[in-house]
């Protein structure tokens, strides 16, 4: 089934767009409880916890865009792919939240291998199916409809995950996964509408993996990427430092997420709505000048403002949305402005997730060492708060204004076409 012009109904979209429920409900595990996890139920220390967590994110950051050029090489429906990566994920998330018990060098390395399965088995049916969602339609007001429901999707399958967690532990939520996993791989594969096949001749050389960057757009859409990635992770990273020592709402950190995760999906439809009047990038611009103009607010909250920082997280939450749902429709206008649509969407998309990842490991590493030599010590609310405050909301709301500009002098607002499809353009 080719979708490529067409317009999409709501469930052909649902049957795509579900499948990123269970790949959000693995990826918060691995970002937020492995760590915890592995430092109660194991006899590794957290140095540790620690080395083998950095060894697996760099190795991670190399593993999709090799997986993205393999795929693009391969000429394969990206359905192949999802479906080569369900007993995978399965395999490697049992691993990882079920390990035996073992001595302590086995554990090691036990916890080593079922990560990098993970990242492994992620990365292949992340890559393909957001390649499956770029290439099916070319259409401006398709494009940000499916990366929205993509995203939305997404979003539900955080607050499962750790609503799960929370309620029944990892049994519970292994047992969740394994049900969603296969429910909305089913249906993706059985029901989803499929772009059109590429044939091998059009299949990318062995040198693929240069291809994207030799797109101007893509060069300068990629360095939007990362700014306005770190300028999201870094509050990510400091949340429950901020929620708990400096405001002393640490009990709150829950709801809180919730808000702004609740708000981010409830935005979406906005978002989409602004993206087809204006274009993705526009609307994605005011997003960033939106978040900018909230969340500076947060500096000046005192210990206690519970209701202001609720406020703060409802209204930068919105702008969240876009953060999530135009991106991606906006690389996808990209892939097909350079005439790869169909083709070689899996190229894009593994350098793509190399820029996310590299966008969290930049936060941590800028924000925690500068917050240790300024004098913060975790847990400890005699010093160094300023240093947390200003960490936590004036850089983020610096590094999105900067994103904003890049965005603003990007080659991208000349690539439109009457019609709302991109004009071809390197």
Not at 17 to 26: E, K, Y
Not at 42 to 69: C, H, K, N, T
Not at 129 to 143: E, F, T
Not at 189 to 202: F, K, T, V, W
């Amino acid at each position: 089934m080719n979708a490529v012009g067409s317009a999409l109904s709501l469930p052909a979209l649902f049957s795509y767009g579900l499948f990123g429920l269970p790949l959000a409900m693995l990826a918060l595990p691995i970002y937020i409880y492995v760590a915890p996890f592995y430092a109660q139920r194991s006899s590794l220390d957290l140095a540790q916890i620690g080395a083998v967590l950095l060894a697996a994110r760099i190795a991670a950051a190399f593993i999709d865009p090799a997986l993205g050029a393999w795929m693009a090489r391969g000429g394969r429906s990206y359905a192949v792919y999802v479906g080569a990566s369900l007993p995978l994920l399965l395999l490697g998330f049992g691993a990882l939240f079920h390990p035996p018990a073992m001595r302590e060098t086995a554990t090691l390395a036990w916890f080593l291998a079922a990560l990098l399965l993970v990242y492994t088995a992620y990365g292949l049916a992340g890559i393909a199916h957001q390649s499956w969602g770029a290439a099916l339609s070319q259409l401006r007001a398709q494009r940000a409809r499916v990366t929205a429901v993509r995203e939305g999707c997404g979003l539900f399958g955080v607050i499962l995950a750790a609503g799960l967690t929370s309620l029944f532990g990892y049994d519970g939520l292994s047992l969740a996964f394994a049900v969603c996993l296969l429910a909305a791989g089913a249906l993706l594969l059985a029901r989803a509408p499929r772009p059109a096949l590429r044939s091998a001749a059009e299949a990318v050389s062995g040198n693929g993996w240069k291809l994207p960057f030799r797109q101007r757009a893509f060069r300068w859409l990629f360095a939007v990427l990362l700014v306005n990635g770190v300028a999201a992770a870094i509050p990510a990273t400091l949340f429950l430092f901020f929620a708990t020592d400096y405001l002393r709402l640490g009990h709150y950190a829950g709801p809180f997420l919730i808000v702004y995760f609740c708000a981010a999906a409830a935005s979406m439809p906005a978002w989409v709505a602004l993206a087809r009047r204006f274009g993705e990038a526009r609307a994605w611009g005011g997003a960033m000048l939106l978040a900018a103009c909230v969340f500076v607010w947060a500096y000046g909250l005192g210990a206690g403002a519970a209701w202001g920082f609720a406020t703060i997280c409802l209204l930068s939450g919105l702008a969240l949305g876009a953060d999530l749902a135009l991106p991606p429709a906006l690389l996808a206008g990209l892939i097909g402005a350079a005439g790869h649509a169909g083709r070689h969407e899996a190229a894009y998309f593994g350098w793509w997730n190399w820029g996310v990842q590299m966008s969290l490991a930049l936060a941590a590493g800028i924000a925690l060492p500068l917050l240790a030599w300024l004098g913060y010590v975790p847990g400890n609310s005699s010093g160094g708060l300023p240093a947390l405050s200003a960490a936590y909301a004036l850089l983020p709301c610096a590094l999105k204004l900067l994103a904003a500009l890049l965005l603003w002098r990007a080659p991208l607002q000349h690539i439109y076409s009457e019609t709302g499809e991109y004009r071809p353009c390197i």
